[in-house]
């Protein structure tokens, strides 16, 4: 076995050895130190991942007061989205009042009511077979009778009606006040034909009219009792109270008013008086 000396360190070593083995020890300690140690690497491992734990708390936050303010303003929000806004928000801002308050009109005649005092009104009609409304107050007159035409405000605290009478073209249906002058054909009251109100039956007076007062905010109905077959209503003073043909009395203002009911030939008379 023979030796070689390392031109590189002088260090002999056996010619078993294809290089030097000391040389060999060095190249390999210095590669295994440069990879251990590589610029940077150390840096790279000890970065931390961003922490989401913050934002994921404001996220739960403010989904739990959405949802509280919904529970409490839920239907405010959704009627505002909408675009919406009910007749809650138009408040009466006064009394309701009517131009004219009273009308006497010819078959088809049209007649523009207005109402003054809110800022959202219902119009509606107590007998649709002698005048009808629209909803802005345009007045239909249908056929010859009375009609009391009504305007609420949105809230239904106030209202005012609107008398309208409708006449025949002959002016033979025309109803009005009686004066008490002249000479009217005496009307033969019925002993069978009894007249009665929600409250019970109406006294008979000794001239055989039936009475009955009422206040100017009620609004009730006269019915007949022992003859049966249809009864055809009318008041002699419409500007005191007027009647609809089911009997419904509709006071106007104060006074004293003969309201006659007639049921195949049977006629009897109410005294109706409106008292403030």
Request: glycine content about 10%.
């Amino acid at each position: 076995m023979g030796y070689i000396k390392c031109e590189r360190c002088g260090i002999r070593y056996a010619d078993s050895y294809d290089t030097c083995p000391a040389c060999a020890d060095e190249q390999e300690r210095s590669e295994n130190k440069g990879s251990r140690r590589g610029p940077g690497r150390r840096l790279e491992h000890r970065r931390r991942s961003p922490k989401i734990v913050g934002p994921a708390l404001i996220v739960v936050v403010l989904a739990v007061l959405a949802v509280v303010a919904y529970a409490f303003f839920g239907d405010s929000i959704t009627k505002m989205l909408r675009g919406e806004q009910g007749e809650e928000s138009l408040p009466s801002t006064d009394i309701v009042s009517v131009q004219p308050a009273a009308a006497r009109l010819a078959a088809g005649e049209l007649l523009a009511l207005s109402a003054d005092g809110a800022r959202a009104y219902s119009w509606s009609s107590s007998n649709e077979k002698v005048a009808t409304v629209d909803e802005t107050g345009n007045v239909t007159a249908v056929a010859p009778g009375t009609a009391v035409i009504t305007v609420t405000d949105a809230a239904g605290t106030s209202f005012a009606e609107c008398v309208v009478t409708v006449e025949d073209p002959d002016g033979s249906d025309r109803e009005t006040p009686d004066s008490g002058e002249g000479d009217e054909t005496p009307v033969e009251l019925s002993k069978k034909l009894k007249i009665s109100t929600i409250f019970g039956e109406l006294a008979q007076l000794d001239d055989g009219k039936f009475d009955v007062t009422m206040k100017p905010t009620e609004s009730f109905a006269l019915q007949v009792m022992g003859v049966s077959g249809d009864a055809v209503w009318k008041s002699n003073r419409t500007d005191v109270v007027t009647v609809d043909g089911d009997g419904t009395l509709h006071p106007v203002a104060p006074g004293e008013a003969e309201v006659t009911v007639t049921v195949n030939g049977h006629t009897a008379i109410c005294i109706v008086r409106v008292s403030w």
